[in-house]
């Protein structure tokens, strides 16, 4: 058997092999943020298609924090209902999931919200705010609350969101975090937030749940997160409690070269293209590495985890067009995935229409 269909356990909860779907903005929020019908049947399909560990879209912790439209919310008591009803079809698949927890910082839409962004320090050319001492004090409080709330609904754990530019990430980042207080400046204040959440999420969620993160490895603007400074905040946040790592790296604002979900990859050679960063997060942080970052391949994903690059392997735009495929590769065909990293599918998800494989669909249609 493959090593890739080993079962593991995180803190206590069993994976049946090590496949993760990585958080995916799926656009399938009702207004207020509760999942759909729709929203529960994919994360259902995914379930069934052998998928070992789900990761949530990247639910907003605040409203203010919101950056799309149909984003999943987990900001209010209201929606522990819906999100109960979304882990049940996933448990009931034989599935696990866990809510990534996200606030977008000066990112956020204020659009849809109607407030002011905010984030560590203000930012030339956009509208926001630095956030005063109250602000952070009651982003730590929603990060809380939203864990409780996670834990009320079922969910097997939860993923702290600290990357891509989003507002933990901007303060671990020198390139967004300009702060001459104690939440700035050296590395130890730039994790000082996350360091802050982390704690107050373990004391909600209580010891037996697992907490993960979701953090860059490189910024790649300059002046921003080095893999040395993130590595380091990895070893400062397993000592709080983090139980699982999952390295990713870039933003948007990198440029199509260094975004997240790379463009047109064809060839092995393009996949894992965040896998030497990871290598070094395992050799320094003493607990499991999820590697995200194009990875299309059976093969390619067996030698990561053979060779000590990652103890898991996480997918995300493989599975809005194939949710099946741990289940087609676990029965022996080994083609690669259909997917094309063309990241047309990111465009109906982001108008809030709901994400699915543009592609797929053109094809299906003859189009």
């Known amino acids: 058997m493959s090593i890739l269909f080993q079962e593991t356990t995180i803190r206590g909860l069993t994976l049946r092999n090590r496949f993760v779907r990585s958080a995916t903005w799926e656009g399938m929020a009702d207004a207020k943020g509760a999942p759909t019908e729709e929203l529960i049947q994919l994360m259902g399909d995914l379930a069934s298609g052998g998928v070992g560990l789900i990761i949530t879209g990247y639910a907003f912790v605040s409203e203010e924090g919101r950056g799309g439209p149909r984003q999943l919310g987990i900001h209010s008591d ?63 409080l929603s990060f809380a609350r939203a864990a409780k709330r996670a834990v009320d ?23 967004f975090n300009k702060r001459e207080d104690a939440y700035g400046g050296s590395l130890e204040g730039r994790v000082r937030l996350l360091v802050e959440v982390t704690r107050s999420i373990r004391e909600e969620v209580g010891a037996e749940k697992p907490v993960l993160i979701k953090i860059n490895c490189e910024d790649f603007l300059p002046g921003g997160l080095t893999l040395e400074d993130s590595v380091k905040a990895g070893e400062i946040l397993v000592k ?9 790296g870039g933003m948007r604002l990198a440029g199509p070269k260094f975004m997240p979900s790379r463009l047109g990859i064809r060839h092995e050679h393009e996949e894992a293209y965040f896998k030497e960063a990871a290598k070094e997060f395992k050799r320094k942080v003493g607990v499991p590495v999820i590697l995200v ?29 194939e949710p099946w495929l741990v289940n087609r590769w676990k029965g022996g065909d080994l083609r690669r995935a259909f997917c094309v990293s ?16 543009v592609t797929e669909r053109r094809e299906t249609k003859g189009e």
């Open 78 to 140: 209201e929606l522990v209902g819906r999100l109960r009803e979304m882990v049940r079809e996933v448990h009931s698949r034989g599935g696990r999931i866990v809510a990534q927890l996200g606030h977008c910082g000066i990112q956020a839409a204020y659009n849809l919200t109607g407030m002011e962004p905010i984030g560590p320090s203000p930012m030339e050319g956009r509208p926001g705010r630095g956030m005063t001492l109250e602000d952070i004090e009651r982003v730590r």
């Open 153 to 175: 609904a079922g969910f097997d754990g939860v993923q702290i969101h600290a990357a891509h530019g989003y507002l933990l990430s901007q303060f671990l980042s020198p390139y």
């Open 240 to 248: 709080e409690g983090i139980d699982a790592i999952e390295v990713s």
């Open 293 to 321: 970052g194009g990875i299309r391949s059976f093969q390619v994903a067996e030698r990561l985890v053979e060779e000590g690059f990652a103890d898991y392997i996480s997918m995300s735009r493989p599975f809005i067009r």
């Open 342 to 357: 063309d990241n047309l599918c990111f465009e109906p998800a982001q108008a809030g229409e709901g994400i699915y494989c």
